[in-house]
């Protein structure tokens, strides 16, 4: 593949369009993304990093120095945020493992921008294949129709650690996710910092009146609650 597009960068637009529509019409490229290599047409590829997509063989982990050949000579389509969804939300994905689900939703973050990428699509976190740590510390992955809390707030999830289940990323990892927890409807509902209610009370029992005005707590009140 490096030697063909070598030679096309000196050749004319005709040569790009033959090769095209050889590897269009014939299995030209290898696929080693199992254990046993595989032949596709382009149709039947995806140029895509760390990420599966059923039906379609993924291209950009193996070949990653060859991009511009596979989505710009070949023209292979790039990953879209509507393809993730379509994994996540489907219901035959039964043998998903937890790396995977993790990779989806971190790369799904990645590609969702906006409201224009959710269009035409409903997106229903009940529907979509989540990773969880249960109470007891092990991993599972299942539709999101269960309750769950998200660690954005990592004080609070040490609090509930061993008494609610978790979505499985860590609090440092939020950051990778946090463009899909904003845009898929009911999951900034599931941060921990939502589900909580945090507040602030004084003991009444051992209260006193102050006697030094630069003791009044008064005066200090906003620094300590910001």
Not at 71 to 80: A, D, F, N
Not at 115 to 125: A, E, P, V, Y
Not at 136 to 155: A, H, K, M, P, Q
């Amino acid at each position: 593949y490096e030697a063909l597009f070598d030679m096309l960068v000196a050749g004319d637009s005709s040569q790009r369009a033959k090769l095209r529509r050889a590897f269009g019409s014939e299995a030209l490229i290898c696929n080693f993304a199992s254990s046993t290599p595989s032949w596709h047409k382009t149709s039947e590829c995806i140029w895509a990093t760390n990420t599966h997509i059923p039906g379609r063989a993924s291209l950009g982990d193996h070949y990653s120095t060859l991009n511009e050949f596979f989505t710009g000579v070949l023209q292979i389509s790039e990953l879209t945020a509507h393809m993730i969804i379509d994994k996540l939300q489907d219901p035959d994905q039964k043998n998903l493992i937890r790396d995977e689900v993790r990779a989806t939703w971190q790369t799904l973050s990645s590609l969702i921008q906006n409201d224009t990428d959710r269009q035409g699509k409903k997106l229903d976190i009940s529907k979509m294949w989540i990773p969880l740590r249960l109470k007891d510390g092990t991993t599972v992955v299942r539709f999101g129709d269960v309750d769950f809390v998200i660690n954005d707030r990592e004080l609070l999830a040490n609090q509930f650690r061993n008494k609610v289940d978790f979505f499985d990323f860590e609090h440092q990892e939020i950051p990778s996710i946090r463009r899909a927890i904003e845009l898929v409807p009911g999951l900034q509902d599931c941060c921990i910092s939502n589900a909580v209610l945090e507040s602030t009370t004084v003991d009444g029992e051992s209260a006193k009146i102050v006697s030094h005005p630069e003791r009044d707590i008064k005066r200090k009140a906003h620094a300590i609650l910001r």
